[in-house]
C-alpha cells in the first residue's frame, strides 16, 4: 500500500507543479491517467449498440475476469487503488457504466438496475467473456444483484461492497431526506462539493485543491442530468427491492460494508447475509460508502481470498 500511496503523491506533486503551466482540467485528466497507468491500467473504448463504453483494462489477459461497477455519481477512477491487487492474478475490467464518467450520456434512455444490467450483459459478450467473477458498489452493487438474478450462467462469482438493492431494519439519512424530495448526492455549489465527500466517506480521501475543483465543476455540469437518473432508482429501490429474490442466486457472494454509511444503511448487511444462500459477510467498523477508496488494501484483500476459493476449478 505503502508503494502505491508514494507513486500517486508523486503523481500530484508533478501535476501541482506544472499547474502554472496547464489548463486545470487537463491537468487533471493527466494525473488520472497518469495514475491509471502506474497501477497498471489503460483505458479503452467501445461501442456496443450505438452505447459508448469508456473502460480499464488491466492484469493477465488469459486469467479469470473480475468486471468491478461503480456506484452513483462515480467512474471508473474509483477503483485502481483496490483492483491493481487483484490484477496481479486476475485480468481487471472497470467500466464507466452508462450515463457516467466518459460513457454514453443520453437523457432519452432508462437508467433502472435492469436495463443497465442488460447493457452489461451486451458490454461483456462484445468483450467476447463468457463467465465473470462481478463486484459493484452502492448503485453498481444494485446491477449486479439484477445481473445475478437474470444471468447467472455468466457468473463465477458476486461482490457487493454497500450494495444498493435490498432494504435494510433501518432507514439512512440518503433514504430519509429523498421521502422529504431530497437528494444529498448532487451539488449545486463547489463549496458543497466538500460537504458530499464527507457524507459518502467516513474520512474522506485527501485530495489537492487543484484535483478537487475539477470534480467539483465536472459534478456541477451533470448534477441535472443525474437528478434524472436518481430519483427512478430511488423509486425502484423502495418499491422493487430484491429482499425477497435473494434465495435465487446461488452465485458465491462476498458482502462487504462500511459501518458508518450514511448513504445505505449498514442493516442492509444482514439481509443480505440471511437471504443469499452462500455468502460471506464483512463490516468494517471505521468506515462509510466507499470501502474500495476508504480502506482498499484490506477491502481488496478479502476479495481476492474470495476470488481464489471460487475460481473456475472449483465449479
Known amino acids: 500500500m505503502t508503494t502505491v500511496v508514494l507513486i500517486v503523491l508523486a503523481a500530484a506533486v508533478v501535476a501541482l507543479l506544472l499547474f502554472r503551466y496547464l489548463n486545470p482540467r487537463l491537468l487533471v485528466r493527466w494525473l488520472f491517467l497518469g495514475t491509471r497507468r502506474l497501477l497498471g491500467f489503460r483505458t479503452r473504448v467501445i461501442d456496443v449498440d450505438g452505447v459508448t463504453w469508456s473502460y480499464l483494462e488491466g492484469g493477465p489477459a488469459s ?15 474509483n477503483w485502481p487503488l483496490y483492483a491493481w491487487r487483484l490484477g496481479r492474478e486476475y485480468h481487471i475490467i472497470i467500466p464507466d457504466l452508462p450515463g457516467f464518467g466518459e460513457s454514453s450520456k443520453d437523457p432519452n434512455v432508462a437508467y433502472d438496475g435492469s436495463t443497465q444490467a442488460a ?15 462481478l463486484g459493484g458498489n452502492s448503485m453498481g452493487g444494485l446491477i449486479a444483484l439484477r445481473f445475478a438474478l437474470v444471468y447467472p450462467q455468466r457468473l463465477l462469482s458476486l461482490a457487493l461492497l454497500n450494495s444498493a438493492g435490498v432494504l435494510g431494519s433501518k432507514r439512512s439519512e440518503l433514504e430519509l431526506a429523498a421521502a422529504r424530495g431530497e437528494n444529498l448526492l448532487t451539488v449545486s455549489t463547489a463549496a458543497e462539493y466538500d460537504e458530499l465527500l464527507s457524507f459518502v466517506m467516513r474520512k474522506p480521501t485527501p485530495l489537492p485543491g487543484v484535483v478537487k475543483q475539477v470534480m467539483a465543476d465536472n459534478a456541477l455540469a451533470h448534477q441535472e442530468f443525474w437528478d434524472s437518473i436518481f430519483w427512478p432508482l430511488r423509486e425502484e429501490m423502495q418499491n422493487r427491492p430484491m429482499n425477497e429474490q435473494l434465495g435465487d442466486i446461488k452465485t458465491p457472494t462476498l458482502v462487504i460494508w462500511g459501518r458508518h454509511d450514511r448513504l445505505i444503511d449498514v442493516s442492509c448487511c444482514d439481509v443480505l447475509a440471511a437471504g443469499l444462500p452462500d455468502n460471506e459477510c464483512l463490516v468494517f467498523e471505521a468506515i462509510g460508502h466507499l470501502p474500495m477508496l476508504e480502506t482498499p488494501g484490506e477491502s481488496s484483500a478479502a476479495h481476492l481470498a474470495h476470488l481464489r476459493r471460487n475460481a473456475v476449478a472449483t465449479f
Not at 452489461?120 to 467473477?133: A, G, K, S, T, Y
Open 119 to 133: 447493457r452489461l450483459r451486451r458490454f461483456i459478450d462484445e468483450l467476447q467473456l463468457e463467465r465473470v467473477h
Open 63 to 77: 486469467a479469470e475476469t473480475v468486471v468491478l461497477l461503480h456506484g452513483f455519481g462515480g467512474d471508473k477512477d
